[in-house]
């Protein structure tokens, strides 16, 4: 199967700064790539799909970019209803896989 | 606006069968561009795809968990369900509900979530 990794794994970060969470993929997924917000006790939301295509209805602060095996989900402002966990998932293959998570906080 | 919503026993015994049922609401399960999944989510730790159905019955699992799972779906209720059998503590998690998109495969929207604790 596809392992998913993300890096951070946490980082901490002010309202308005530009954030940037890497996921890499262990093999090519083309741009089969989406990216997750889940806020704690919630459900997660999607907030990009095939790497780079805003969810409708997502803020556009956030972005998404990359192909083959390295991602990036970018957020230009960070504002304070942003502070959450972020996953990437793989859909290349059937056996779709998410990365471990980032954790964006408070700084 | 479609809403999914998990229902079924928050606590199973060890060794037993879990069950629970995705009911969907806005919307038809029946519709040709969307499977149906089921995520969980062990608490403090990550997403994990359970496996996915099509209105039709064709179904796709995690391999690490294919032995013990079993995802059916009921049309005319406009409902899907998860069965996963031979239970352990390891399987104790928030248990959630997805609409699968067919051609790139994310998730959206999901259900609140169903916590299934695993303990005798």
């Known amino acids: 199967d596809i392992q998913m990794t993300q890096s951070p794994s946490s980082l901490s970060a002010s309202v308005g700064d530009r954030v940037t969470i890497t996921c890499r993929a262990s093999?090519?997924?083309?741009?089969?790539l989406n990216w997750y917000q889940q806020k704690p006790g919630k459900a997660p939301k999607l907030l990009i799909y095939?790497?780079?295509s805003l969810q409708s209805g997502v803020p556009s602060r956030f972005s998404g970019s990359g192909s083959g095996t390295d991602f990036t989900l970018t957020i230009s402002s960070l504002q304070p209803e942003d502070f959450a966990t972020y996953y990437c998932?793989?859909?290349?293959?059937?056996?779709?896989?998410f990365g471990p998570g980032t954790k964006v906080d408070i700084k | 606006q479609l809403q999914l919503q998990e229902s079924g026993p928050g606590l199973v015994k060890p060794s037993e069968t879990l069950s629970l049922t995705c009911t969907v609401s806005?919307?038809?399960?029946?519709?040709?561009?969307?499977?149906w999944g089921w995520i969980r989510q062990p608490p403090g730790k990550g997403l994990e795809w359970i496996g996915s159905?099509?209105?039709?019955?064709?179904?796709y699992y995690n391999p690490s968990l294919k032995s013990r799972v079993t995802i059916s779906v009921d049309t005319s209720k406009n409902q899907f369900s998860l069965k996963l059998s031979s239970v352990t503590a390891a399987d104790t998690a928030v248990y959630y509900c997805?609409?699968?998109?067919?051609?790139?495969?994310?998730?959206?929207?999901w259900g609140q979530g169903t916590l299934v604790t695993v303990s005798s």
């Open positions: 997805a609409r699968d998109q067919i051609v790139v495969r994310w998730f959206d929207p």
């Open positions: 998932q793989q859909s290349y293959s059937t056996q779709f896989t």
């Open positions: 095939a790497a780079s």
């Open positions: 159905i099509y209105y039709s019955g064709s179904t």
């Open positions: 093999q090519s997924i083309s741009s089969y």
């Open positions: 806005g919307g038809s399960i029946s519709s040709s561009s969307y499977y």
